[in-house]
Nanobody
Framework: QVQLVESGGGLVQPGGSLRISCSVS????????MGWFRQAPGKDREFVGA????????SYADSVKGRFTISKDTFKRMLYLQMNSLKPEDSAIYYC???????????????????WGQGTQVTVSS
């Protein structure tokens, strides 16, 4: 059993930056993939990016590539999402999730993730 708790969401102006975090407890993460997803009101949950816990290779959605960066602290068991050049359309609830044994081509599929956090709200508005 893995528990995930997101934090750090809030209100930020367009063009601003924000870093959200996800603490990971329980479980063994050797072959885990940590993902970030988001869901805006009235829209489907959307893949943002993911990172392999071992090795650290990453994958990003085209909509955030070059603006968002995923990182991790293996010792602290923390996952981060650094968001720069934020746009109003980035407003959503952001969720972290963990899946096991995912291949690169499946990292963007929410159905492949087993455990989810409760989400943190990010609002980009002036």
């Amino acid at each position: 059993q893995v528990q995930l708790v997101e934090s750090g969401g809030g209100l930020v102006q367009p063009g601003g930056s924000l870093r959200i975090s996800c603490s990971v407890s329980g479980g063994t993460l050797g072959n885990a993939v940590m993902g970030w997803f988001r869901q805006a009101p009235g829209k489907d949950r959307e893949f943002v990016g993911a990172i392999k816990w071992s090795g650290g290779s990453t994958s990003y959605a085209d909509s955030v590539k070059g603006r968002f960066t995923i990182s991790k602290d293996t010792f602290k068991r923390m996952l981060y999402l650094q968001m720069n050049s934020l746009k109003p359309e980035d407003s959503a609830i952001y969720y972290c999730a963990v899946g096991f044994g995912l291949i690169t081509s499946s990292m963007s599929s929410s159905s492949r993730y087993t455990y989810w956090g409760q989400g943190t709200q990010v609002t980009v508005s002036s």
